[in-house]
């Protein structure tokens, strides 16, 4: 049994190291594709604009920025500290947090996150090759994962520290499906053999899922298959109801049957499991998926902020 | 940057008109390139390098003097070599009319024998080529193709004009450095993207995954499609891995597989798995130790029967490399002729014949002008060239030329074009080939990956580009503008 401050600071540190790798994934995955999509600035202006939308970051973002530029929005996405979700924002809050847990996990565990912090502290941008800059982030997040999954002991502490990353992981693969069904539209009149491959493999790339889908699907990249992946495999490690499956085993471990609110948070993502498992594979389609993927945004909206509002 | 570049004199350079004009499509690069400093340059090269160790993009070379074969990276050139779109175009309509033109000699070979009916090819060069294979006779691999991926060799003469150099409709390799080269350069140089429209080659797999999966034997489940490779310690294994991962199919091994009722299965924990499609990288001697080679560790014995049996389907087609011989290539202009009633769009190199006496004097009087090829070696092996051989060299070949006038072509030593490439602290012209990879499908489907493979030739003056002979490779682009 651990008490609600601590609790909560592991569920956070979870939710922010995760969200430190979701971006630079994403960025860096858009950052070399979006240039050959598009066939004028204005156009890749509107692809970024896009990722902000997906990020529910543009208005935020026009608080601060004029132009919609590539350089603009990788700033803002990593570097700015007026952006309480950039990279580097995560990055600090995931130190904090740990900073007031530290004397509880393996010393290593702080040592990663610290490490990372410093360094990313001092740049002020993504240097000449964004690749490696953003690989040298994901790294540190996979050590700090591949530390604490090694030397945790499998207490409250680590559930809630596996309930934040599942969370955001959920939250995140919804944000990134939903990014498909919004190119998909826009992107009608184009060429769509090309644009339609291109943007699925890109989605693909972002969830580090390409290859797992591969072996899977083969060569059926087509949307509804692509979504109906992301969103209801239950063995790819980024899928929605991976993601939900484990936040739920991880959830099982840490609240009590006398706990009416952790009750609830489990009973109503266990309806949102069942549901997913059992979607029929028309809901897929280009027609009826964005209606229900906004439901389902809700939905896991709605668990997010129970496991908020669980710790007060 | 290039203030320095020197022509080689009779050569076309890809980059350079002759007065050192640079050539319209180079023109976005070459002001980027010169806006960065030299030792920059060197130092993202030396990045990438670097990055291929650490990925394994590695090659095995056989025979190291301490009996262990060695692992190394295959040098790359971080300065691309762009083709415009409309030369690619015409390229491409020429690739797609050769690769028709063979896969349609192949079938007829194994089947009615029309073009030697004809008499355009005698008998004798197909039955006693060593890549005729009696067991294909009648048989209708699904779908009508043999040559499911093939590379075809072209290179430039002095003016610029294409020619083909060799057909490789076997188990051609190199693919995966097409892929390897495009990441390392969208990686690490991505801003030299960003001021030209560059054609995306991510489609090519997936063409070839369809077109793998599209000539399964039976079309009532979902196929089962492997790569059969030789082991860890074939030289191209690492692309072996590459395909099999970019691909999401298994790789697999002969022991792997097993033959029983003559379907194949795939072992695996606690059961076995049909295969439907086998792409192999497997010489077709080593295929099956029960049809061809029988001391063949390699291959999966019955694998030929339930071949024949049409319960798999084996990529390329066991027997193609009858039609990639040598001596089958100077006849390849007869059979786009023969078979397509097109006029060749891409030439041969000129090549003489040494059966024909005349051919034969005329070689042996300028054997110092020539490059000798054997008939039925690749990659480099048991090749004379003339211009840089020595004297004991052109007499060891004179004398098999004399002793088996029919294991040997001959063709002018050809003037490859050139590549501004780095060398130590500055940029010099080396000689480059292309080697473009064609998947054809079904109903003569055909897809080129745009570009293809360009090898370079890294020492100064030399004309080998081959890898096993110290050949490296550049990322190679069609751009439109």
């Given at each position: 049994m651990i008490g609600n401050r601590i609790a909560e600071t592991f569920f956070w540190i979870g939710r922010y190291s995760e969200r430190v790798a979701n971006h630079a994934r994403l960025l860096n995955v858009s950052y070399h594709t979006y240039r050959e999509w598009a066939k004028s600035e204005a156009e890749l202006q509107n692809l970024w604009q896009r990722i902000l939308f997906a990020l529910s970051a543009n208005i935020d973002y026009r608080q601060h920025y004029q132009e919609t530029s590539t350089a603009n929005v990788v700033h803002y996405i990593t570097f700015d500290r007026q952006n309480e979700n950039s990279i580097v924002s995560c990055l600090?809050?995931?130190?904090?947090?740990?900073?007031?847990?530290?004397?509880?996990?393996?010393?290593?565990?702080?040592?990663?996150?610290?490490?990372?912090?410093?360094?990313?502290?001092?740049?002020?941008?993504?240097?000449?090759?964004?690749?490696?800059?953003?690989?040298?982030?994901k790294n540190y997040i996979a050590l700090f994962q591949g530390v604490a999954e090694d030397g945790m002991p499998r207490s409250d502490e680590w559930h809630m520290l596996q309930i934040g990353r599942y969370m955001e992981r959920a939250e995140n693969t919804t944000r990134i499906l939903n990014l498909i069904y919004f190119n998909n539209d826009q992107d009608q009149n184009q060429n769509r053999l090309i644009n339609s491959f291109q943007q699925l493999t890109a989605a693909l790339r972002t969830l580090d899922g390409l290859e797992a889908f591969r072996r899977i699907h083969a060569d059926r990249l087509r949307v509804e298959i692509v979504a109906r992946?992301?969103?209801?495999?239950?063995?790819?490690?980024?899928?929605?109801?991976?993601?939900?499956?484990?936040?739920?085993?991880?959830?099982?471990?840490?609240?009590?049957?006398?706990?009416?609110?952790?009750?609830?948070?489990?009973?109503?993502?266990?309806?949102?499991?069942?549901e997913i498992f059992h979607l029929p594979a028309e809901t897929f389609n280009l027609a009826t998926m964005p209606p229900y993927l906004n439901r389902l945004m809700n939905d896991i909206n709605q668990i997010g902020l129970k496991f908020a509002g669980i710790f007060y | 940057m290039f203030s320095n570049y020197r022509l080689s004199d009779g050569y076309y350079d890809e980059m350079f008109a002759p007065g050192n004009q640079i050539r319209p499509h180079y023109w976005p690069i070459a002001s980027q390139l010169s806006r960065m400093p030299f030792d920059h340059l060197v130092q993202r090269q030396a990045t990438m390098v670097r990055q291929m160790i650490k990925q394994g993009i590695t090659f095995t070379l056989y025979n190291s003097d301490d009996g262990q074969s060695l692992e190394r990276t295959i040098p790359f050139d971080i300065i691309p070599r762009i083709i415009p779109e409309p030369e690619w175009q015409y390229l491409q309509s020429g690739l797609k009319q050769r690769i028709t033109a063979l896969n349609r000699f192949i079938h007829d070979i194994y089947h009615r024998q029309d073009i030697v009916?004809?008499?355009?090819?005698?008998?004798?060069?197909?039955?006693?080529?060593?890549?005729?294979?009696?067991?294909?006779?009648?048989?209708?691999p699904p779908g009508g193709v043999y040559c499911?991926?093939?590379?075809?060799?072209?290179?430039?003469?002095?003016?610029?004009?294409?020619?083909?150099?060799?057909?490789?409709?076997?188990?051609p390799s190199g693919i995966s450095y097409v892929y390897k080269n495009r990441w390392l350069m969208q990686q690490y140089f991505p801003e030299l993207f960003f001021t030209c429209h560059v054609s995306n080659i991510d489609y090519g797999l997936q063409a070839f995954l369809s077109s793998l999966r599209s000539v399964a034997p039976r079309d009532d489940r979902d196929p089962t499609v492997v790569l059969l490779t030789p082991g860890c310690y074939n030289s191209a294994y690492f692309e072996h891995t590459f395909l099999a991962q970019e691909m999401g199919i298994d790789l697999v091994e002969g022991r792997d597989l097993v033959v029983c009722d003559n379907k194949v299965y795939m072992r695996y924990l606690g059961g076995r798995k049909q295969v439907d499609v086998i792409y192999r990288r497997i010489d077709d001697d080593f295929l099956d130790p029960l049809a061809f080679r029988p001391d063949s560790l390699l291959g999966v014995p019955g694998l030929i029967n339930a071949y024949r049996a049409g319960n798999v389907t084996i990529c390329n087609a066991p027997g193609t490399g009858v039609a990639d011989d040598k001596a089958i290539y100077i006849h390849v202009p007869d059979m786009i002729r023969f078979y397509l009633g097109e006029q060749p769009i891409i030439s041969n190199v000129p090549t003489y014949v040494l059966q024909r006496e005349e051919d034969r004097r005329y070689v042996l009087d300028h054997l110092t002008e020539m490059v000798v090829k054997h008939t039925s070696l690749s990659g480099g092996y048991g090749m004379l060239i003339g211009p840089q051989a020595g004297r004991e060299e052109l007499d060891k070949f004179r004398q098999l030329i004399i002793d088996h006038p029919e294991q040997y072509i001959a063709q002018p030593t050809l003037t490859l074009s050139t590549v501004p490439s780095l060398a130590g602290d500055q940029i010099v012209p080396r000689h480059v080939d292309l080697r473009p990879y064609i998947m054809f499908g079904r109903d003569e489907n055909v897809h080129i990956l745009p570009g293809g493979l360009t090898r370079v030739a890294l020492s100064e003056g030399s004309l080998v580009v081959n890898s096993s002979q110290g050949g490296g490779s550049k990322d190679t682009w069609v751009t439109s503008p």
């Open positions: 600090a809050k995931a130190r904090n947090n740990l900073r007031a847990v530290r004397e509880r996990l393996p010393s290593r565990m702080w040592e990663a996150i610290n490490e990372a912090y410093i360094w990313l502290r001092r740049q002020n941008d993504t240097g000449d090759i964004p690749y490696a800059f953003f690989r040298r982030t992946f992301i969103t209801a495999n239950p063995i790819f490690p980024r899928s929605i109801l991976f993601s939900l499956l484990s936040l739920h085993n991880h959830a099982e471990q840490v609240f009590s049957f006398d706990s009416p609110a952790g009750q609830e948070i489990l009973d109503s993502n266990r309806r949102l499991t069942d | 009916r004809a008499g355009l090819i005698p008998r004798e060069m197909i039955v006693n080529n060593t890549y005729f294979r009696p067991e294909m006779k009648d048989l209708d499911h991926l093939s590379g075809i060799d072209l290179v430039r003469d002095r003016d610029g004009r294409y020619y083909v150099l060799e057909d490789n409709l076997r188990t």
